[in-house]
């Protein structure tokens, strides 16, 4: 067995980018396997639980944790990881602030399991079978694991040492991480996010910002965007102002409008409301000065109402560590 300090990858509710990010170290990855035993990431090999279990606690030196926490399982995995390891980070925004999966806390369990298993196009279901949690086969009990009421973040079920934000976290990011734990030295106080700036993806855009004037928003695929202006003031809905940076503003490099993956930045506590906020600030109103108040909110709810779904533009990475939580019950 290796003497050199053991590595951990494990994903909850995700997609799998946050595993394909750690690929995209590319050679940087030789001096991973150089620096650590990497032992545990269901997607790449085939340790198994028991060889996790069987490991004395905080035998693992370092585990990146991505993804949501959707199940029993999920947070099963969560404790155990964390009882193992030296440093758990919450890798990536679905294990930060429940990202996409947490947009389904708008919707009852009950609701998804209906479109998936029942109103779903390419479902046939006459006996209306539904996963259970057990099910009795000739070979024996089958289990799966409890489907939760609400996806949750990861630090909303055990204490995480450092998040690494990003859908998925950019591979210097992940480097920068790594190389703190290598270097030894001092590591930045707990909680700290680690790789990323202090201020917003607006500071690191080099898009020409002007006058912040907004008649109506656009979707990306109604208008071709300027490539040199700022594209808040093109009215696409670009979270930007509201985003941590780190990233470079890779989406406004691309032309499109940064969707708010790095979450909030230092020192806001829910990056929606944040948003929310300044697209207040930007609306124009100029044109309705002395109008009555009635017709004012009538042009500022036309305004709104160019933006479709709300949650999905303000939370898309945050719902779950959200003020709102986005909970829905039946
Ligand atoms: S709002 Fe978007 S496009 Fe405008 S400066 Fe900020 S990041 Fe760049
Ligand atoms: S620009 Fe925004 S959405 Fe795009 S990678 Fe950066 S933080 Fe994420």
């Not at 976290?169 to 001092?186: D, F, K, M, R």
């Not at 990233?247 to 691309?254: H, N, R």
Request: charged share 20%.
């Amino acid at each position: 067995m290796s003497n050199k300090p053991k590595l951990a990858m494990f994903w909850g509710a995700s997609c799998g980018g946050c595993e394909i990010a750690l690929v995209n170290l590319h050679e940087r990855l030789l001096d991973v396997d150089e620096a650590f035993d990497f032992m545990f990431c269901p997607c790449l090999m085939d340790t198994k639980l028991r060889d996790i279990e069987a490991l004395p606690d905080r035998g693992i030196a370092l585990t990146l944790f991505n993804g949501a926490i959707r199940t029993a399982e999920n947070e099963e995995m969560a404790h155990l990881m964390r009882r193992k390891s030296q440093l758990l980070i919450a890798f990536g925004a679905c294990a930060k602030g429940g990202s996409i999966p947490a947009l389904s806390n708008l919707h009852a369990p009950v609701d998804h399991f209906a479109s998936i298993y029942l109103d779903n196009p390419t479902v046939e279901n006459h006996s209306l079978i539904f996963p259970q949690t057990e099910t009795s086969m000739p070979e024996g009990e089958l289990q799966l694991p409890a489907f939760y009421g609400r996806v949750k973040s990861l630090s909303q079920v055990v204490d995480v040492d450092y998040v690494i934000p990003g859908c998925p976290p950019e591979p210097h990011q992940i480097w920068n991480a790594i190389e703190l734990v290598l270097q030894g030295g001092p590591l930045p106080p707990r909680g700290s996010v680690l790789g990323t700036g202090q201020t917003t993806v607006c500071e690191e855009c080099d898009r020409r910002k002007e006058d912040k004037k907004i008649t109506r928003f656009y979707r990306t695929w109604e208008i071709i965007p300027d490539t040199e202006r700022c594209l808040l003031e093109q009215g696409l809905v670009c979270m930007g102002i509201a985003t941590r940076d780190g990233c470079g503003a890779l989406c406004p490099q691309a032309n499109m409008p940064c969707s708010g993956c790095y979450g909030a930045p230092e020192g806001v506590l829910d990056q929606g409301a944040k948003m929310v906020a300044a697209l207040g600030s930007i609306i124009d109103i100029d044109a309705l000065k002395g109008l009555p108040e009635s017709e004012i909110t009538a042009h500022i709810d036309k305004v709104l109402g160019s933006i479709p779904d709300y949650a999905g533009t303000f939370y898309k990475f945050t719902l779950a560590e959200s003020l709102l939580k986005g909970t829905v019950r039946r």
